[in-house]
Structures are given as C-alpha cells and as structure tokens.
C-alpha cells in the first residue's frame, strides 16, 4: 500500500501523486524523495538512480522524472533505523 512518508495515510490514487499534491492528512508533500521506491538513506545521494539529480531537501516537492511512489508502509526509514537493521543481520549471521 503506498502510504505519506511522513504521518503513514493512505494513498488511494492508482496514478502517481503530481507535483504539487499533498497529503490530505497531515499536509506533508506526496511527490518528495521520501516516497520514492528509489529513496535510500545509506547511498551517498539517497538515490539508487544513477541519472537523477536530487534535491538537498527530501521531503519537499520536486519534478524528478523518475518518481514512483514506494509501496513501503509507514514512515520513511532514516538511516539510523536502516544501520540498526543491517547491524542486526549482520550480528544473526554470525551468532555463536
């Protein structure tokens, strides 16, 4: 279910949120890099797009070309919560 990245509402729509769209919840911008499938906080840009140039500020609006909203449910990992999740596995791989 694609969801806002900041408050978790629902995103009904079946087509991509436009550029000036809003979440009707809290108000947050839908089309940011934070609800992008490509949004990664442990690459050096956030992106895993090798063409795209992204913006300083990843919740704002933008005009990227290459958005497609995420299906992640929730609000958009961090990258402390990512390094506490990829410590983990790392620890269960090699458990005594």
Do not use: I, V
């Not at 279910?1 to 436009?18: I, L, N, S, V, Y």
């Not at 550029?19 to 490509?38: I, K, Q, S, V, Y």
């Not at 990512?82 to 005594?96: G, M, V």
Request: hydrophobic share 25%.
């Amino acid at each position: 279910m694609k969801t806002c990245h900041q408050c978790g509402a629902p995103w009904e729509e079946r087509r991509e949120p436009g550029r000036t769209e809003t979440c009707l919840r809290c108000g947050a911008d839908l089309h940011c890099c934070l609800n992008c499938r490509m949004y990664d906080p442990m690459k050096a840009r956030q992106c895993s797009s090798m063409t795209a140039d992204p913006p300083s500020d990843k919740s704002a609006a933008n005009c990227c070309e290459e958005f497609q909203m995420t299906d992640r449910a929730g609000p958009a990992p961090t990258a402390l919560d990512r390094k506490k999740a990829l410590e983990e596995k790392w620890k269960s791989l090699f458990k005594n």
